[in-house]
């Protein structure tokens, strides 16, 4: 009996010894995704004391998300291989204004020639075009006023009148070919300089551009970011009915100790993982000040409303 006892205490003592390990070892780790995990994926990162429910982070002032203060528009310019290139007129690092010259190619430099001299001639023929036009209307205000039982005289600015108009239909096609031509040569003045389409910051001048790179960022000859910027966050579909655009949302940048008050841009309407089986997270951009920094972290608070 002694040895029956004996022997039900120590697998009682084996199985307690059980329950600790497994309790120490093999404890399901937090549903709650560490700093560097969300840093990765863009989703709702621990901040401040926190209730989570679905992986959603949430304050007493509502959901928290964080992510990176980028450009709203970024710019890519390649070379163009059929011309020969000429020079570049910014640095990177420069903040530049719509509109500036960023290179140019060389050109024939008889263009200037070829548009005066035809210019001289589109006047030529629009003089033309207007004492023709003259003519007609004094043809028609002779027949109107002249005497109806005069035949011949009836039919003689019936004739006159047939051949100015004519005219005007042969001059019209000549005005016509040469007012293509000189727009023809004006364009390819134009498209020999290259122009900023917005204000912004130079960011990379890529001498060893490609003329199709596969990766535009590293390989296009000069990168132009937007002055004006915007944090851009990621929602999953649980709180996606949560964020519209022209909302109000807390920005704060800890890196320079600021909060600000900033207005939604955009929601996709598609998620971002639409390929996977996932739970579907949607980008949502964010105004933010232009005096922060590319780059710089921000944390959005999206109310809960």
Excluded at 81 to 92: A, I, R, S
Excluded at 111 to 121: C, F, G, M, R, S
Excluded at 182 to 200: M, V
Excluded at 262 to 270: A, F, G, I, P, S
Aim: glycine share 4%; net charge negative.
């Amino acid at each position: 009996m002694k040895k029956v006892l004996k022997w039900i205490g120590i697998i009682v003592g084996i199985l307690v010894l059980a329950i600790v390990i497994a309790n120490v070892f093999f404890k399901p780790s937090s549903t709650v995704p560490n700093q560097q995990d969300n840093a990765a994926m863009m989703g709702p990162m621990m901040y401040g004391t926190t209730e989570v429910k679905n992986e959603v982070v949430e304050t007493e002032k509502g959901i928290v998300y964080n992510g990176k203060v980028i450009p709203v528009e970024t710019y890519y310019y390649t070379k163009d291989p059929t011309l020969t290139f000429n020079d570049v007129y910014v640095k990177e690092g420069d903040i530049i204004e719509a509109g500036a010259t960023l290179f140019d190619y060389k050109i024939d430099n008889s263009i200037d020639a070829q548009i005066d001299v035809l210019q001289k001639d589109f006047l030529n023929l629009q003089q033309q075009l207007d004492d023709y036009y003259t003519r007609v209307e004094n043809f028609k205000t002779e027949l109107a006023a002249a005497d109806q039982s005069d035949t011949v005289y009836i039919n003689y600015l019936k004739v006159e009148l047939n051949n100015a108009e004519k005219k005007i239909s042969e001059i019209k096609v000549s005005w016509t070919d040469a007012e293509a031509k000189i727009n023809k040569l004006k364009e390819t003045k134009k498209d020999s300089h290259i122009y900023s389409d917005i204000s912004g910051l130079v960011y990379k001048v890529n001498e060893n551009n490609s003329v199709a790179p596969s990766n535009l960022t590293t390989s296009a000859y000069i990168v132009l970011y937007s002055t004006q910027k915007m944090v851009r966050i990621s929602v999953s579909e649980f709180e996606y009915k949560l964020v519209y655009e022209g909302q109000d949302v807390n920005v704060s940048v800890e890196s320079l100790g600021k909060e600000y008050t900033c207005k939604v841009l955009r929601v996709d309407t598609m998620p971002n993982n639409l390929e996977t089986e996932d739970t579907s997270y949607y980008n949502v951009e964010i105004a933010i000040p232009e005096e922060v920094p590319y780059g710089y972290s921000a944390v959005v608070t999206v109310p809960r409303q």
